[in-house]
């Protein structure tokens, strides 16, 4: 396996942090968003779609902050590759 230049992993740690930030700044939102949505809603109206929705905005919550910790470490894997390129 070749090894990328030094350049090319630079790059991609960079790239790595943004989408990472990116990440990190959706899942806050999306856990405001569901706090919002959960402290607001009387029970009665936490059914069907809405109650659906509500859990959905909980899932994807999770689901974005484990990308963020998975970019992460990629991060990290770029950085080892860049100090031993």
Not at 49 to 71: G, P, S, T, Y
Not at 75 to 84: I, K, R, S, V, W
């Amino acid at each position: 396996m070749s090894q990328l230049p030094t350049e090319q992993i630079e790059a991609a740690k960079n790239r790595t942090d943004k989408v990472q930030q990116d990440l990190e700044v959706a899942s806050a939102e999306l856990g405001l968003a569901h706090g919002a949505l959960d402290r607001s809603l009387p029970a009665s109206a936490k059914q069907g779609d809405v109650a659906w929705a509500i859990a959905q905005n909980k899932i994807l919550e999770r689901k974005v902050q484990r990308a963020a910790e998975e970019l992460e470490e990629v991060t990290e894997l770029l950085e080892q590759a860049q100090g031993a390129a």
